[in-house]
């Protein structure tokens, strides 16, 4: 069975305008690690910087419960701060080409207002899912909730055009195995709870946020 509304019968390239906002997410990933890796290195500060800042804007899934806080609203703001931050220049740079990789159809399909809304969604249920879900209360920082939302957003797309497990088998393994080899590479410090939570925000938005004619963006979008 297929359906209209299959992501892949209705992909566009992305406008000006919708490929202005992947380059601008990448720009806000790789601009502060920047900063960071060059106080590591010794190039631009010290390498105590990362430790600070990690203080103020990584995600503290403590401060959900009885932990005090840095400063006023550190416990709503961490769950946006905490995205634009990465582990090291390494764990970056891998998200920024997962970005450029998963996001183009996606953002072709939700065009610029819907895709932000489930960016954002994928990323702020990563991080309860990881604050509920995990007795771990380590900070933790990195796109990778949101990333793995455009996952589930696209896996949903796939079943909406087939609407059969099959094709999902390939795309589902990959990603369960990707999870494998980046908890191995990281010694087990892998917030996977995050990954399986920004994956289930992001599947489930998607089908929210899926215009209901797909042939219209956001920008012709008339009230």
Request: net charge positive.
């Given at each position: 069975m ?22 601008l ?5 790789i601009l502060?690690?920047?900063r960071?890796?060059t ?8 390498s105590?910087?990362r ?7 990584a ?19 961490m769950?946006?701060?905490?995205g634009i ?9 891998f ?7 998963i996001?183009p159809p ?23 899912t990881?604050a509920i879900a995990?007795s771990?209360?380590s900070p ?9 939302g455009?996952a589930g ?13 099959r ?8 990603l369960?195995?990707?999870?494998i080899?980046?908890?191995?590479a990281l010694d087990?410090?892998?917030a ?11 599947a489930?938005?998607y ?17």
């Open positions: 297929t359906s209209k509304f299959g992501l892949l019968q209705r992909y566009r390239p992305p406008n000006s305008s919708s490929r202005a906002v992947l380059w997410i990448a720009v806000t990933l502060p690690e920047i960071l890796s106080a590591d290195w010794g190039i631009w500060g010290r105590i910087l430790t600070k800042i990690y203080y103020d804007w995600y503290w899934p403590g401060l959900l419960y009885s932990g005090t806080p840095n400063y006023w609203g550190q416990a709503v703001i769950h946006l701060s905490y931050l990465h582990a090291n220049f390494q764990h970056m740079a998200n920024v080409l997962t970005l450029f990789s996001a996606i953002l072709s399909d939700l065009r610029t207002i819907r895709f932000l809304s489930l960016y954002f969604l994928s990323q702020i249920g990563g991080a309860l990881y995990s771990d209360r933790m920082v990195g796109a990778s909730g949101a990333l793995f455009l957003a696209l896996l949903a797309s796939i079943w909406m055009q087939d609407r059969r497990l094709p999902l088998l390939l795309p589902a393994l990959i369960i195995a990707l999870n080899v980046m908890f191995i087990g410090r892998l996977w709870l995050t990954h399986l939570g920004g994956f289930f925000f992001g489930i938005g089908f929210f946020l899926l215009p209901n004619d797909p042939s219209q963006g956001d920008e012709k979008k008339k009230i």
